[in-house]
């Protein structure tokens, strides 16, 4: 073959690839949702954040939509993911923080996020923290566990799987623990103390970070953890290395899939204790590991960009990125965030933490980028999680059955910024409900002391034996409480309320 024909040959062949590869993306956009731990509102640079820099995320916001009043639908992890992935308020399933053993948590039978997106074309994985239970219970982790994301309806998945301060401090790829020796298997206890990976709370010269005592239990890289561990030592994570683990499989992912619409799910551990940063990111902020770790956060986000860039699908890939809850300084490992925060507010000029009913509990960075349909800028939109299950079914044209996602309603001209229409209503879970009607927040009374391990953790979760409304457009601190001025307004939205939690 004469060079100028072979020349020929290989710019038809690879403009036939450019246009197969466009066409196949052509029908429905990729989607990422990147999923942030403990991220505040005000944790990131667009939103005022000092201390540490994002140029990554702050990149993302001013080429996409930065949306100011959008929520997690609670202010603790395990049911802001149920209600994300199933379209259901977590009160119905009484989901709550899980440990490291409990069974799934999504009735497998249901239909879900990835579910939906499968039935449009769309491959789908998770990669990251889950934290949404495995198994029936009483896992075993030397084999490939029976219940998990692949049943919820991810093709593919990296997980941890509960949370870093766990145990096991393992991976599961595709539900099976990665690099396990059969000869040496592994062991997990919440409950008995089990000989395995020393105590924390009997050997702690060994930590790299000192805990109040829930986190005293087996020490693995230097970090004591809830539960006891024996076994797998092949196979142990090493904390400082979850970037870079985490990103590649995530890259993978995206690479893999360029033969059809993909949906990845990808679950950051960032900034969850313990903030073990990568040595790149030591001392890269000045809050210390809190603030290292959100810079190395936001290294994750730049990754997944820059893979979208490489292989040519960032134009047509929605991303939405946010977090799972409010922000938290001590959550029981003494890395000085509280300390070391200085002017920094990290749920911005919002009251209230992870844990609280306060608007800073799930007011959430939100940010939509998608090049060829969202516009540059900022919305105020009322929005929830909950609402991306039918939001996206709209979207990639699946319906909705009845039973299904039974609280998300579709807002997608909302997320692309073609629309400033909102929730009339929003739920805002916690260990007490918090309510929004437009620019008012209402408190549900709850009358019982704070628990001691949330008084031990600074956080106001907003229990007090008379109702609280506060008026935002005018208080966005929650400072002055104004349930007894409008008594009609309190009545309105307990009535609201009340409709909704008995609504099962």
Not at 361 to 387: C, F, N, Y
Request: glycine letters at 8%; hydrophobic letters at 35%; aromatic letters at 10%.
């Amino acid at each position: 073959m004469k060079l100028s024909a072979l020349i020929k040959s290989i710019v038809f062949s690879t403009l036939f690839c450019i246009a197969f590869q466009a066409c196949a993306q052509s029908t429905h956009p990729n989607i990422v949702i990147i999923y942030v731990d403990d991220l505040g509102y005000g944790d990131i640079g667009v939103n005022g954040a000092i201390g540490v820099e994002t140029p990554h995320i702050d990149t993302l916001a001013k080429n996409g939509l930065n949306f100011t009043d959008a929520h997690c639908s609670a202010s603790t992890c395990t049911p802001s993911r149920y209600s994300l992935l199933t379209g259901s308020y977590a009160f119905r399933n009484k989901a709550e923080i899980l440990e490291g053993d409990a069974p799934l948590i999504i009735d497998p039978n249901i239909e879900t996020l990835p579910k939906m997106l499968k039935k449009a074309g769309y491959r789908t994985g998770v990669v990251g923290k889950w934290h949404l239970g495995l198994g029936k219970g009483k896992i075993n982790w030397n084999r490939k566990i029976p219940l998990g994301p692949e049943e919820v309806g991810f093709d593919y998945s990296f997980l941890i799987p509960a949370t870093g301060d766990r145990v096991p401090c393992v991976f599961l790829e595709n539900q099976k623990v990665v690099g396990l020796d059969p000869n040496d298997p592994i062991t997990v206890s919440y409950g008995a103390k089990i000989e395995g990976y020393p105590w924390g709370f009997q050997h702690p010269e060994l930590l790299k970070q000192h805990t109040d005592p829930y986190h005293q239990g087996a020490v693995i890289n230097g970090i004591s953890r809830i539960g006891y561990m024996k076994g797998g030592k092949d196979a142990l994570w090493v904390d400082e290395e979850f970037p870079y683990v985490l990103t590649d499989k995530a890259k993978a992912f995206i690479d893999a899939s360029n033969d059809k619409p993909f949906f990845l799910y990808f679950s950051l551990h960032d900034i969850h204790q313990p903030r073990v940063a990568n040595i790149k990111f030591v001392e890269s902020s000045t809050m210390g590991p809190r603030g290292d770790v959100i810079a190395q956060m936001d290294w994750c986000v730049g990754q997944i960009k820059e893979a979208l860039e490489k292989q040519g699908l960032l134009e047509n890939t929605l991303i939405i990125f946010t977090s799972d809850n409010g922000p938290i300084l001590d959550d029981g490992y003494f890395d000085y965030a509280r300390e070391l925060v200085g002017d920094h507010k990290p749920g911005g000029i919002y009251r209230g933490s992870k844990y609280s009913a306060y608007e800073a509990g799930t007011r959430m960075p939100t940010i939509v980028h998608w090049p060829k349909e969202v516009k540059p800028g900022t919305s105020s939109a009322l929005l929830s999680q909950v609402d991306l299950y039918a939001s996206l079914a709209y979207l990639v044209n699946q319906k909705i059955e009845k039973g299904d996602a039974v609280d998300s309603q579709n807002f997608m001209d909302a997320w692309l910024g073609k629309s400033d229409k909102g929730r009339k209503f929003l739920l805002e879970e916690s260990y007490t409900f918090g309510f929004r009607m437009d620019n008012w927040k209402y408190i549900k009374p709850k009358a019982q002391p704070v628990p001691n391990w949330i008084v031990q953790k600074f956080v106001d979760p907003g229990f007090r034996t008379e109702p609280q409304l506060f008026n935002l457009d005018e208080d966005p601190s929650e400072e002055k409480n104004l349930a007894s001025e409008y008594p009609e307004i309190v009545a309105k939205m307990e009535a609201k309320l009340k409709e909704i939690l008995c609504d099962k």
